[in-house]
Every structure is written in structure tokens, then in C-alpha cells.
């Protein structure tokens, strides 16, 4: 979870426009359907099916490491 806050927190600063991360942002928290609304609306252009290449309208590139994109598999539930 800290590394997701860090990457959104610092993402605007890789380049790009503030909106596009904004959307790309509540897009990888957002279930399939609202996901592809929220890139549609947005202009985002995907060039990969998990999000991890996108395009904004004026050709600049958004990278997304997977981390933000879902859920970890291998850590060991404390509770």
C-alpha cells in the first residue's frame, strides 16, 4: 500500500497531465466496467489490456508498474 501512495503521490511529476493520472488513478481502483468508462471519458488510449502502457490524446506515455494495478498475491495475511 505504501508503494502505491508513493508512486500516485509522485506520478505527475514523470510527465504527462495531472487529469490523465487522475483518471488513470480511479481507473486502477475501479471495478472492469467503470474502469473502461473512466479511460474512455478521459482520452486515455491503452496500449496494453492491464493498463500498464497508456497514451493520453497528445501522444505523452503513462507507465503503471503492476503493484497499483492489483492486488499482491504472496504476502501473508496477519490476521
Known sequence: MKMREEFW????HYGG???IWDALHA????DLTLAQA????????????????????RGAK??????????????IDEN
Open 9 to 12: 503521490d509522485t506520478a505527475p
Open 17 to 19: 497531465r495531472q487529469e
Open 27 to 30: 481507473a486502477a481502483e475501479a
Open 38 to 57: 473512466i479511460v474512455d471519458s478521459a482520452g486515455v488510449i491503452v496500449q496494453r489490456a492491464d493498463l500498464t502502457i497508456c497514451y493520453d490524446e
Open 62 to 75: 503513462y507507465e503503471l508498474p503492476k503493484y497499483v494495478l492489483s492486488e499482491p498475491t504472496n504476502l
